[in-house]
């Protein structure tokens, strides 16, 4: 399936979705109990809907939810229990992630998963990679799915279903590659420069504009540079670190900011199959 006609028909399937009744509707959001996080099977079920109806985005790619507890450390715990008391554990993979097809039966049980920090330790993320990348090299199409099933399924601790993650579908490149590079770089720029224009004009100091998808990176990062045909781009720092994002005093971050990233999941100059490349802080080997 082209690019286009994916993209074009997003907006028209997320309805369908959000308005559909194959999974509970239920306030997934993340709520303390004591000393844990519990989270609704429903809103993952959800998650899972609509990885199934853009996996063209990422056709080799895989679904996995990842628990990244901050300060970053190991020793998680997770487990399931529904409304009749029954309870039994999840096996997390090493880098405390799991599959969907390890909670098979959950969803006859209305079930909630049960990990063991509270919300303010603990961020929830979709994660979804094509095989075959190095560990710090994501696919832009991979990110925009990632991006959809996170903002869908509401993962996170605030409520991202406006954020944009697929471009319009007239912006898609055709076959001036130089023309297309020359435009995303400047579409890049006036999304900065707008930013800016908000900043200076508004009355409120907290609103910086639309927010931007927060991705978490498995170690600090230093720069992050769009790559394709030969072109080239590393994004301005502004993406760096949820520096983009509109926030108050009040707002929580989901993660240590320096491992954290947004990308022009709209520039559609940028096809599916670009890549991210993410340069560390610190190169293997500490140096």
């Known amino acids: 399936m082209r690019n286009e006609g994916r993209h074009a028909c997003a907006a028209l399937v997320l309805t369908a979705l959000a308005s559909g009744t194959s999974a509970v509707e239920t306030p997934g959001r993340l709520r303390a109990q004591g000393k844990e996080s519990v989270y609704a099977y429903a809103e993952l079920a959800k998650g899972r809907e609509v990885f199934d109806a853009f996996r063209a985005l990422a056709p080799g790619a895989e679904l996995r939810y990842r628990l990244y507890p901050h300060p970053p450390r190991q020793g998680v715990g997770l487990a399931w229990r529904d409304g009749g008391g029954t309870k039994g554990a999840l096996r997390l993979a090493g880098d405390n992630s799991f599959t969907m097809a390890q909670l098979a039966g959950l969803e006859r049980r209305n079930a909630w998963l049960v990990a063991s920090l ?31 099933v996170g903002a869908q399924g509401r993962v996170s601790l605030r409520d991202e279903r406006k954020v944009a993650c697929l471009p319009p579908p007239n912006a898609m ?61 590393t994004l301005p720092a502004i993406w760096l670190y949820g520096r983009a994002e509109p926030f108050t005093p009040f707002f929580q971050w989901p993660y240590p900011r320096e491992y954290l990233y947004s990308v022009p999941l709209e520039v559609g100059e940028w096809s599916d199959d670009a890549l991210v490349v993410l340069e560390p802080m610190v190169a293997e080997g500490g140096k």
């Open 118 to 148: 509270p919300p303010a330790e603990l961020s929830w993320r979709p994660v979804v990679r094509s095989s075959g990348l190095p560990a710090n090299v994501r696919r832009l199409g991979d990110l925009r799915l990632e991006c959809l």
């Open 173 to 233: 490149c055709q076959d001036d590659v130089v023309a297309c590079a020359r435009r995303a770089s400047v579409a890049l720029g006036e999304a900065m420069l707008k930013g800016l224009t908000r900043l200076q004009g508004e009355k409120n100091p907290y609103e910086q504009g639309r927010a931007q998808y927060l991705f978490i990176a498995d170690k600090p990062v230093f720069s992050a540079t769009l790559q394709e045909g030969g072109r080239q781009f």
